[in-house]
């Protein structure tokens, strides 16, 4: 039997195994390899940081869309990979493949801040989110709180950081440092100016051209040499690639894994890479962002240039073609450039939720995300500890 291996169940990893399972030949199965048995919701860790729902919204067992009598799952972490061999590691054992299609995601860069990652909560799994909730809820009254970081995921946090404090009464301030002169650079002025209009609202301060140049355990210390005093500091500055040691060496660009436009590792022509652990490039020579969204159309396309190899067809060149930009800010509050559509309010949040449940996996799963949303809509957020 051959097999084709998926490394990775993140969007990327989950979209390739689903499309690839939906037409897999009768003489191959599929293996997955991942860590945890679940699939985890990533754009939504930072609201389960913060209280708006609870864990079972953010994850989704494995088992439950991926079914196949010729599917087979590896609970673990893969260690290295053979091109010769065409073999994974997995602790002691090796999975031979035919196929191999790498979607191991990322992982917190710190970017080498002296104290960062000793001193910092990071945001990239569960665990995270209960560290951090656990967190606000230890906060005394009139606290600190730095978030390192003013991109999407900074700025969503700093929001909901803002909702929650207020909601427990802390009396906290939140501020959001980022090196960059400008709040969120790869939006337009427009979107800048509402984005900015509602931190001012809810006085969360930015400060940018500053960065962090050193972090202790009470205080940041800024590019421009001030220091900030902090009673919980955030790190939501920018990811790395989650790369897999290699018998031979594979080509990189910039620390990651460079494709071809059929998404193929360059000179291998059956091993494929996407989402956050590739690095992709539109024909017109621009890198694809690392979103959730453009996760899902590589893994989507990947499963489909798979398949057309295994059945000695054209292969595919993948393009990604944005479907627009939505930031949410607190509850029932978005704002979204859409096609160059800039708005915001309930309407653009209300678009965000459904652009979010078409990419959640399961109907079932669906429709008890939105029963959710629907109660906690009108309900507090939720103060216990996850």
Not at 238 to 250: D, E, F, H, T, V
Not at 259 to 279: M, Q, S
Not at 318 to 342: E, N, P, Q, W
Not at 351 to 371: E, G, I
């Amino acid at each position: 039997m051959k097999s084709i291996v998926v490394v990775g169940a993140g969007f990327a990893g989950a979209y390739a195994a689903r499309g690839i399972l939906r037409r897999l030949p009768a003489d191959y199965q599929l293996v997955l390899i991942n860590p945890s048995p679940d699939f985890v919701f990533k754009p939504l860790i930072h609201e389960l940081a913060t209280g708006v729902f609870g864990k079972s919204v953010v994850t989704e067992p494995i088992g439950s869309f991926l079914r196949h009598k010729r599917f087979q799952f590896v609970q673990a972490a893969a260690t290295k990979i053979d091109l010769q061999k065409q073999s994974v590691s997995v602790g002691r054992r090796s999975v031979g493949y035919d196929y191999l299609v790498l979607a191991s995601g990322s992982g917190t860069n710190f970017f080498g801040v002296p104290g960062a990652e000793k001193f910092c909560c990071k945001l990239e799994s569960v665990k995270d989110a209960a560290l951090i909730k656990s967190a606000l809820l230890s906060l005394r009254q009139n606290s600190r709180i730095v978030i390192i970081g003013g991109g999407p995921t900074g700025i969503e946090l700093s929001a909901e950081v803002a909702v929650f404090a207020s909601q427990l009464k802390k009396n906290a301030s939140v501020t959001v440092i980022d090196i960059s002169p400008r709040l969120l650079p790869q939006v337009s002025g427009r979107f800048r100016a509402k984005v900015q209009k509602y931190l001012l609202k809810h006085s969360i301060s930015f400060l940018p051209g500053s960065g962090a140049a050193k972090i202790s355990k009470n205080s940041v210390t800024t590019g421009k040499g001030s220091k900030l005093h902090a009673d919980l500091i955030i790190w939501a500055a920018g990811i790395k690639p989650n790369l897999i040691a290699a018998s031979q060496r594979i080509h990189q660009v910039e620390g990651y894994f460079a494709v071809d436009k059929y998404l193929r590792l360059k000179n291998c022509r059956n091993v494929f890479a996407a989402g956050d652990c590739a690095f992709v490039v539109n024909p017109d020579g621009k890198p694809v962002p690392a979103l959730a969204q453009s996760a899902v159309a590589e893994g989507s396309a990947v499963a489909k240039n798979v398949l057309a190899d295994i059945n000695n067809k054209p292969l595919h060149e993948f393009v990604f073609h944005s479907k627009g930009f939505i930031l949410t800010l607190g509850r029932g509050y978005a704002v979204a450039d859409i096609k160059g559509f800039v708005f915001a309010g309930f309407f653009a949040w209300w678009l965000n939720r459904l652009a979010y449940l078409t990419a959640m996996m399961t109907f079932p799963h669906r429709f008890y995300v939105l029963m959710k949303w629907k109660i906690g809509f009108f309900r507090r957020r939720n103060a216990k500890k996850i």
